[in-house]
């Protein structure tokens, strides 16, 4: 707008507002002694209250604008705040065993009144929950006898389903020897009925004996990933039986020569197995009572922490190894990262992280209670158990803490058996 139509557009005002205080002079006149307000003058007061509302509402917007501000400034403070704690309390793997126990094998710094009393010292165990069955006995005596049989030359023994064998073979297609199709002079062990090789292979070898030399026909599948140039054609091989494997019988010799130390006949060998089974299923129902049962009120941060990161550390080693036998045995690793080996993202693999050593430590001060509680000691024997075990360079692996606090768990479990009524 230009200067000349600025001062147009005042005097207009000023002769409007002039007019309207002349006319409202007139139009007042004096009845009962009161002034009688006009249109216009009435007019003017509605125009000053709307004024004055306009700007109430105006200073109550800026106030709420500033009021957003703050809040906005505020939320963008405590993300960064956030971003800063998650950092700070988010676990690496590491596997400093021994960080945060004594040399005794004790939680420093662990408040042990706010470790639940579990009462272990007089628990009750039913016998069925945790007795041997025959038939896990007669699984341990099969499995017995399996881990000690031996390839068997005799010429009378004959193939069946399901038994181990050991053969030479080669193979041939359109009469030439083919690349893969042969043992390589060095024998190899197959299972009758495994369908490691191709179909029908293993059937033709059902009826033949140690010493026989048995040609075995077969037809490559249409589709044969393993080597597209052989799909669907024909094959020839020329296959010697080696041996057979057999079991050996049970009976005394064998008790004496492999379990000698525990037995002289089958029925002390049953009874063995029994005892001993029934002594892992008290002791892992032992166990398990505590890990599920253990709480604590105050957990001692940094060991809790390291506790963490431990079984971090042993998560990867997993997968690290299982991409590693993978890439070994079939030419590719089945997980692309570390978090598709646990199955879920790092959020949710962290959070899952600390309730699992939450737990864990809590399981471990549970032990702690119990063996100070009743003055149990660490024996040499349970200790240099725990060393075998650990491998030849235990100590300098885990730390002598880090043992010591794997023999005070024994000493409490072996205290507990002795302890707790079965019936």
Do not use: C, W
């Not at 945790?130 to 007669?138: A, E, F, L, M, W």
């Not at 006898?145 to 359109?174: K, R």
């Amino acid at each position: 707008m230009s200067e000349e139509e600025k001062i147009v557009t005042e005097e207009t005002l000023n002769e409007a507002v002039t007019e309207e205080k002349e006319t409202d002079s007139k139009a007042n006149e004096t009845k009962g002694g009161k002034a009688e307000k006009t249109k216009s003058a009435l007019k003017r007061e509605a125009r000053k209250a709307a004024a004055k509302k306009d700007k109430r509402k105006k200073a109550f917007g800026k106030m709420i604008e500033t009021v957003i501000g703050l809040v906005i400034a505020g939320l963008f403070i405590a993300a960064i705040i956030m971003g800063i704690y998650t950092s700070a309390t988010k676990v690496s793997p590491d596997n400093q065993y021994s960080f945060g126990l004594s040399e005794d094998g004790f939680v420093e710094k662990a408040d042990l009144s706010g470790v639940k009393d579990l009462g272990m010292e007089s628990l009750t165990i039913v016998r069925g929950d945790i007795d041997y069955t025959d038939d896990k006995v007669d699984s341990d005596i099969a499995n017995a006898l399996s881990n000690h049989a031996t390839p068997n030359t005799d010429t009378s023994l004959e193939i069946q389903d399901g038994d181990e064998v050991n053969i030479d073979f080669v193979g041939y297609i359109d009469g030439e020897a083919f690349e893969g199709g042969s043992s390589e002079g060095q024998g190899y062990t197959l299972k009758i009925g495994s369908h490691s090789f191709i179909d029908d292979f293993e059937e033709q070898l059902i009826g033949s004996h140690p010493g026989d030399e048995v040609t075995v026909e077969v037809t490559f599948p249409e589709e044969y990933p393993n080597d597209p140039s052989k799909a669907g054609q024909d094959a020839t091989f020329d296959v010697t039986v080696n041996s057979i494997t057999t079991e050996p019988e049970l009976n005394d010799e064998f008790v004496k020569t492999y379990y000698g130390d525990y037995a002289s006949t089958p029925d002390e060998l049953r009874d063995y197995f029994r005892e001993k089974g029934y002594d892992a299923n008290l002791t892992e129902y032992i166990e398990n009572y505590i890990s599920d049962n253990a709480s604590v009120k105050k957990m001692p941060h940094a060991y809790y922490k390291n506790v963490a990161s431990m079984l971090y550390f042993a998560q990867q080693q997993n997968y690290e190894t299982m991409n590693s036998y993978y890439q070994y045995m079939y030419g590719y690793a089945p997980y692309s990262d570390f978090f598709s080996f646990v199955g879920m993202d790092e959020n949710a693999f962290q959070k899952d992280l600390k309730a699992k050593a939450k737990s864990a430590v809590a399981e471990m001060l549970t032990y702690e209670k119990i063996f100070k509680n009743n003055n149990l000691t660490v024996s040499e024997e349970t200790y240099n158990n725990v060393l075998s075990q650990a491998g030849t360079n235990g100590e300098e692996t885990f730390g002598k803490p880090y043992l010591m606090q794997m023999a005070i768990k024994d000493e409490v479990v072996k205290f507990l058996k002795d302890t707790v009524k079965v019936q």
